[in-house]
């Protein structure tokens, strides 16, 4: 199983920013996904999940800002970030798994956010 991230980047404050994450590996079975994030020399950060039965959840951090989709097809986990904060500044990983997702994860990708 590989998961392979794209986006990111450095947006002001307020701005709108798109991550992406596609995984293989899995053939037909049904997996979780997740986001998370970690700012230097803080805890991984628990953000967004989509269980492998299609439900969704959010961290109240970014309940109403931050929306997590999943194109089976494509098998591409995309998270896309507005009203983005300085605080939201962090590297933002994806991550899987066929039941808690976090037994695969991403390189990381950068969100740096100006304020």
């Known amino acids: 199983v590989t998961l392979v991230q794209s986006g990111g980047g450095s947006v002001e404050s307020g701005g709108s920013l798109r991550l992406s994450c596609t995984t293989s590996?899995?053939?037909?079975?049904?997996?979780?996904v997740a986001w998370f994030r970690q700012a230097p020399g803080e805890e991984r950060e628990w953000l967004a999940t989509?269980?492998?039965?299609?439900?969704?959840k959010y961290a109240d951090s970014v309940k109403g800002r931050f929306t997590i989709s999943q194109d089976n097809a494509k098998n591409t986990l995309v998270l896309q970030m507005g009203s983005l904060k300085p605080e939201d500044t962090a590297m933002y990983y994806c991550?899987?798994?066929?039941?808690?997702?976090?037994?695969?994860w991403g390189q990381g990708t950068q969100v740096t956010v100006a304020s």
């Open positions: 989509i269980d492998r039965y299609g439900g969704i």
């Open positions: 590996g899995f053939g037909s079975r049904k997996y979780s």
């Open positions: 991550a899987a798994g066929l039941v808690v997702p976090q037994d695969y």
